[in-house]
């Protein structure tokens, strides 16, 4: 509208006398400005779309649906500072990432089946012919938790003979754990940190294998009021059992080499920058407050109920 004006302005400005040769020039001006005008709406249109396309590739993230802090659903929420990192990350990148979290095992299955990549995996041998890896997101340390009245120190994994472990179905903690396992020392799966502790109270099992940390320990106690109640029946061992790397993965069939280059590049950015030790402080720091923003009224709870 406005290159239409601007001609038809220009074009009545002319005298008779030089109607030949201004006809040639005002075709010449209006040719310049509506070429000039499709450029700009290009420009313009190019500007508006791109970003648009840029966002429209969706990935699913399946993971745990129950290992506070670092990945949980609350209120059908994903949470957890895992989330936290990949939804800093998620701004850095032409994706969407959608999440879903299960249980862990149904949250492997899905994986393998090609649904979406699954965050917090850890590598065994077996699991590297099935899946391409990401650079380590976190470092969690798998603790050993036993009751007060059990004398087990480890510093290594023939500490464990003869012991019945309680770990979380599906799990897994490294080859030489898998090699160990049902012979060395037997195992007892479950669905989360709470029964785990529930059976260790219970003397079904001689010691938990629990995280991320002892941060994990302690938070999944402060959730539940019988825990609560028992917090000094439990002893956390010093030495962690393991310090496992957490990735993200995709199986190997669905082809996200490329993906997991760009995921990379940000990944080690941020890591470099301080931001992901950063997010994984400031949000355990602030989950602590969150849920027990009176730290004494806990202690107090605790107390009345011994």
Known sequence: MCIQSYCFCHLAQQTDSTAGVAAKSQNQVCYRAKFGGLLILR?????????????????????NYDKPPKIYLKDGNPQGFLIEIMRHLE??????????????????????NKDGGIIGLSKTSHRETLFDYSEAIYVDEVMLVVLKSNKLEFSSITD????????QRGAKYG???????????????DKNGRQRLNKLLSGRIDAALMGPGRTG???????????RG???????????????????GFAKTMNKVPFLEQ??????????AGEIDKIISDYTA?????????????????????
């Not at 464990?160 to 770990?167: E, M, R, S, V």
């Not at 080859?175 to 799966?189: H, S, T």
């Not at 320990?217 to 825990?227: K, P």
């Not at 407050?289 to 009224?297: D, Y």
């Open 43 to 63: 420009s313009l249109l190019l500007v508006i779309l791109l970003p648009l396309t840029a966002q429209c590739d969706e990935i699913l993230i399946l993971g």
């Open 91 to 112: 701004r850095k990148l032409p994706y969407n990432f959608k999440y879903q979290l299960y249980p862990w095992r149904r949250a492997y299955k899905n994986a393998l």
């Open 160 to 167: 464990l003979k003869g012991l019945t472990i309680g770990i």
């Open 175 to 189: 080859d030489l754990f898998e090699q160990k396992k049902n012979n060395l020392f037997q195992i007892d799966e």
């Open 217 to 227: 320990v302690e938070y999944i106690i402060n959730q539940d009021q019988h825990l």
């Open 230 to 248: 028992h917090r000094d029946d439990f002893r956390i061992l010093q030495q962690p059992f393991k310090k496992d790397p957490n990735h993200l």
């Open 263 to 272: 995921f990379n590049e940000v990944l080690l950015a941020a890591k470099q």
């Open 286 to 306: 602030h989950t602590a407050v969150k849920e027990c923003s009176n730290l004494q009224k806990c202690l107090n709870k605790n107390t009345t109920n011994r």
